[in-house]
Each structure stands twice: as structure tokens, then as C-alpha cells.
């Protein structure tokens, strides 16, 4: 075997894009260090702006990271104790976490095998007189129906947290997600769609009512320095983290278009072969963030793969209402059936902006040789 041949393939290789940007990177610590101010200094503004431009939202809140958007999301919605909140097992794990942690009760629909994101009837079936939110995910990069998301919300009058954490970039019709619910919540953990260089996130919002709200919540529930109505949280992005994602923002159009080419071959190297790959959706735009593929012989498959030096995910083989840590919530195997077989089949095979057609080629060799 040529050394070509065995090369290893990475799951995300980030080298390429900080070669591309380290001139750019370096400039802009040196440029906050200058300033002194590290923290909520002026590219954090700059970039609050220019995220709500991009969403087509009013408003972009900066925070510590993913995790902190959801929760402050919830606090902000008045979502707490007593309160049920409807989300999908099948998303990782901070999704249910944040609604344990406001003392509300994650409610676990089924998921759409296509899409991998909340089934609507599923949804509709699950609402109860407690429910007081729906917390859709548009998992791997892949825009949840949210025509079916806010029809449901409204018939019922609840609120909706769009988890965009995977998605930045894709979007439902005309709107772009985190737009179209009562926030919507981003990552910019470094393998993301729009990366940081450590720990980020952000609300968006079209709601004035709750604007101020999320900014007292992010710097520990304070109205002016010293002055505190209620109890917050310390989370508030790095100004020098927000200088990057400045930069990194105007390039996000290009790398989302490279990872659908990736998609792309992916796709078209994986036809017919009984690999079942991504579906597009009607109606949205598919960024992957993650390429999941479903494989009934996943684990021999990915043994194979790693046998040849090809990295891949699992996203995510166990799901969330099958968890230990819900086992009080008494949900028990065959309950959500769509989920629980598909965890057994997925697998996400690497994919990055930088990717080489060479690479996604062989990654396709291998796994269709999969003994």
C-alpha cells in the first residue's frame, strides 16, 4: 500500500485555516492588548452587530458559549421549575442538560429518520398543560421544519428556542435559523460552522422584551456595575475571541460553500452503495457541520475505517431519554423508536472546508470495503 494511499484523514483539521489567518489572529490580539480592554471591549459590540445583520435578527448577545445560550434563553423565557420543555433525544447532551438546570423538565419527542430533527407530530403528541417551550435543534448543520415548529407554538402558546449551536449559516426558507423562534442559540466551539479559538456563543433575538433581560443575565444579573436585580451568570465573551470571529465572519459564506461541495462528492461517491447518506431539505439549507451517514454494520464499519487511519464520530450512540441521568423520567427502550435505531446506524464521516477531494474519496473506498 502506497503512503498516498494510507494517509491518515482527519475528523477536522483546523491546521490550513490558522496558516490562512494567523497573520490576522496575531493582529488582533496585539490590537486588543493595546486597548486594554479584554473584556467586553469594542470587537464584541462590532460583532453583536454584525451576527444580528447576518440572522436577519434585531438583536445578537455574546456569551461565554453554547451552552450558556440555551440556559440564559430559558431563564429569560421565565421557564423553571414545573415547566416542561419538548426537545429531541438525539442532539448532545447540553440540549436537556440546560433545561434540568433551570429546574424545568426536558420532554423527549421522536425524530424524523431523514431529517435526524424533531418529527412535528411527535411534537404535537408530547404537548401537556406544564409544557411551556419547544427546544428544536437543527442538528448537524441541518435546518429543522420550522413552519411546522411555529405552527405548533402557536396553536399552543409556547415559546421556542431555536439550538443552532451545529448550524450557524443554514437556514429555513427566506430565514436563516436563530431568526424565526424567541431566540435563537449559537456555539462557536472551535469545530463549528463559525469557530473560535476556544469557548463563544450567542443569543439572537427579535424580542425587545427579553434584550435587556439577556444582558443583565450574562454579567451576573447586573443593571448598572454593582447594582444587581437578580441572580446572573458570569458569561461574557473574550474581546479577542470576538476579534477573530470578526474575521472568521467574513469568510463563512466561502467555507460553508466549500463543506457542501465535500457533501457533495460525499454523496455522490456514496450512491448506491447502501450507505444512506444526508438528505437535503425541502425548503432549507444544509451547512454540515457534520456529514452522518447511516450504516447498519456502523461499529464493524468503524473499526475499518479507523483500521485505515480514517477519523470518524459518533453523533450520538446513545440517546438522551435512555441516559442514566434521565432514568427518573421513566422512559423506557421502544419508546421513541426512529431514535433509538438510529443511534445504532449513524456515523459521521470527516468533512472541513479544507478538505481534499483525494480525501473524501478514499474515506468512500474504505467504507464501502467495510468487510
Same mark, same amino acid.
Given at each position: ?197 476556544? /469557548?463563544? @456563543?450567542? *443569543? +439572537?433575538?427579535?424580542?425587545? %422584551?427579553?434584550?435587556? &433581560?439577556?444582558?443583565? $443575565? ?53 450512491? /448506491?452503495? @447502501?450507505? *444512506? +447518506?444526508?438528505?437535503?431539505? %425541502?425548503?432549507?439549507? &444544509?451547512?454540515?457541520? $457534520? ?81
Amino acid at each position: 500500500m502506497s503512503s498516498a494511499v494510507s494517509e491518515a484523514v482527519p475528523f477536522l483539521d483546523l491546521s490550513d485555516e490558522f496558516k490562512a489567518l494567523e497573520q490576522e489572529w496575531i493582529a488582533a490580539i496585539r490590537a486588543t492588548g493595546k486597548s486594554g480592554r479584554f473584556i467586553l471591549g469594542d470587537d464584541v459590540g462590532l460583532l453583536e452587530k454584525e451576527i444580528a445583520q447576518y440572522t436577519g435578527t434585531a438583536h445578537a448577545i455574546s456569551l461565554a458559549n453554547g451552552t450558556d445560550a440555551l440556559t440564559l434563553s430559558l431563564r429569560a423565557l421565565d421557564i423553571g421549575p414545573g415547566d416542561e420543555v419538548i426537545t429531541t433525544p438525539f442532539t448532545f447532551f447540553a440540549t436537556a442538560e440546560v433545561i434540568s438546570h433551570v429546574g424545568a423538565t426536558p420532554v423527549f419527542a421522536d425524530i424524523n429518520p431523514d431529517s435526524f430533527n424533531l418529527d412535528p407530530e411527535s411534537v404535537r403528541a408530547k404537548i401537556t398543560a406544564r409544557t411551556k417551550a419547544i427546544l428544536p435543534v437543527h442538528l448537524f448543520g441541518n435546518p429543522t421544519d420550522m413552519t411546522a415548529m411555529m405552527d405548533i407554538a402557536r396553536e399552543s402558546g409556547l415559546a421556542v428556542v431555536e439550538d443552532s449551536a451545529q448550524a450557524f449559516g443554514a437556514a429555513w426558507g427566506e430565514y436563516k435559523v436563530g431568526s424565526m423562534g424567541d431566540t435563537g442559540c449559537f456555539s462557536f466551539y472551535p469545530t463549528k460552522v463559525l469557530g473560535c479559538y476556544g /469557548d463563544g @456563543g450567542m *443569543i +439572537t433575538t427579535n424580542r425587545e %422584551d427579553i434584550k435587556d &433581560h439577556l444582558l443583565r $443575565l450574562r454579567n451576573h444579573g447586573a443593571v448598572k456595575p454593582f447594582v444587581h436585580d437578580e441572580i446572573g451568570y458570569n458569561s461574557r465573551l473574550d474581546t479577542i475571541q470576538a476579534s477573530l470571529l470578526r474575521v472568521k465572519l467574513k469568510k463563512v459564506d466561502k467555507d460553508i460553500r466549500h463543506r457542501r461541495e465535500v457533501a457533495a462528492l460525499y454523496t455522490e461517491l456514496l450512491k /448506491d452503495t @447502501g450507505v *444512506i +447518506t444526508p438528505t437535503l431539505p %425541502d425548503g432549507g439549507q &444544509h451547512v454540515f457541520n $457534520l456529514y452522518t451517514v447511516r450504516v447498519k454494520n456502523r461499529d464493524q464499519a468503524r473499526q475499518h475505517l479507523t483500521d485505515h487511519n480514517i477519523a470518524t464520530s459518533l453523533c450520538y450512540p446513545m440517546p438522551l431519554h435512555l441516559q442514566a441521568v434521565y432514568k427518573n423520567l421513566g422512559y423506557q427502550p421502544g419508546d421513541l423508536p426512529v431514535c433509538e435505531q438510529l443511534a445504532y446506524e449513524v456515523l459521521s464521516l470527516p468533512v472541513f472546508p479544507a478538505m481534499k477531494k483525494e480525501q473524501v474519496k478514499r474515506v468512500c473506498e474504505v467504507l464501502t470495503s467495510t468487510p
